[in-house]
């Protein structure tokens, strides 16, 4: 039976800056027949390629397919700590589209709660085993770099058009020169711990 399947999966976890991403992606196995390139993780597909998908996708949106963004905002990370905030863009991302006789496939280990009613599972590199968690994948990879293009052009030194915000030596060589920007996440280890040096 060619069922619907909803992949599900997240986007800037371990960023040190920004928003977190998540995206529900909706479709039927055979769709995936009519993408551009065999669809895969994202992070085993090149960013040329990645674009070319997305686009597609934003393109062609019709009754096989449907996706859904939701941001987790660097203020909800902060105040509930990442793992929650995930969670709860998960939840959001899944009633946007998810019909109850779906099935759902989150990517790796936890399950948001309130989700009793439908038939989900969480699979460890499910982005690697579902073509609609790899899709989810690409979306939200893509959705969330553009995001870090814009932070980038207000904010220059830290070079996050090409880290998106992960911690990298030049980005935290940059925190060292330039400081902590209005956009880091407070909470995170290696900005809580050069705030503590630059406050001493």
Same mark, same amino acid.
């Given at each position: 039976?060619?069922?619907?399947?909803?992949?599900?999966?997240?986007?800037?976890?371990?960023?040190?800056?920004?928003?977190?991403?998540?995206?529900?992606?909706?479709?039927?196995?055979?769709?995936?027949?009519?993408?551009?390139?065999?669809?895969?993780?994202?992070?085993?597909?090149? %960013?040329?390629?990645?674009?070319?998908?997305?686009?597609?996708?934003?393109?062609?949106?019709?009754?096989?397919?449907?996706?859904?963004?939701?941001?987790?905002? %660097?203020?909800?990370?902060?105040?509930?700590?990442?793992?929650?905030?995930?969670?709860?863009?998960?939840?959001? *991302?899944?009633?946007?589209?998810?019909?109850?006789?779906?099935?759902?496939?989150?990517?790796? +280990?936890?399950? $948001?709660?309130?989700?009793? #009613?439908?038939?989900?599972?969480?699979?460890?590199?499910?982005?690697?085993?579902?073509?609609?968690?790899? *899709?989810?994948?690409?979306?939200?990879?893509?959705?969330?770099?553009?995001?870090?293009? +814009?932070? /980038?052009?207000?904010? #220059?030194?830290?070079?996050?058009?090409?880290?998106?915000?992960?911690?990298? #030596? #030049? /980005?935290?060589?940059?925190?060292?020169?330039?400081?902590?920007?209005?956009? /880091?996440? %407070?909470?995170?280890? $290696?900005?809580?711990?050069?705030?503590? +040096?630059?406050?001493?």
């Amino acid at each position: 039976m060619n069922k619907f399947i909803t992949g599900v999966d997240e986007v800037g976890r371990g960023s040190l800056v920004g928003s977190l991403v998540v995206c529900a992606f909706r479709a039927k196995n055979n769709f995936f027949e009519k993408l551009p390139f065999p669809i895969k993780d994202s992070k085993k597909i090149t %960013k040329k390629n990645r674009e070319i998908i997305f686009d597609f996708l934003k393109r062609n949106k019709n009754s096989d397919f449907n996706y859904s963004i939701v941001i987790g905002k %660097k203020r909800e990370i902060e105040e509930v700590n990442i793992h929650n905030a995930v969670l709860l863009s998960m939840k959001k *991302a899944i009633l946007k589209i998810s019909a109850l006789d779906d099935e759902i496939i989150i990517d790796g +280990k936890f399950i $948001p709660s309130g989700l009793s #009613k439908f038939n989900i599972s969480a699979v460890i590199k499910a982005d690697d085993k579902y073509p609609q968690v790899s *899709a989810a994948s690409i979306v939200a990879k893509c959705f969330r770099d553009k995001l870090l293009e +814009k932070l /980038h052009r207000i904010e #220059k030194f830290y070079q996050w058009d090409k880290n998106a915000g992960y911690a990298t #030596k #030049k /980005h935290l060589d940059a925190i060292k020169i330039y400081g902590v920007s209005k956009y /880091h996440r %407070k909470t995170y280890q $290696p900005i809580t711990q050069i705030i503590n +040096k630059l406050s001493t």
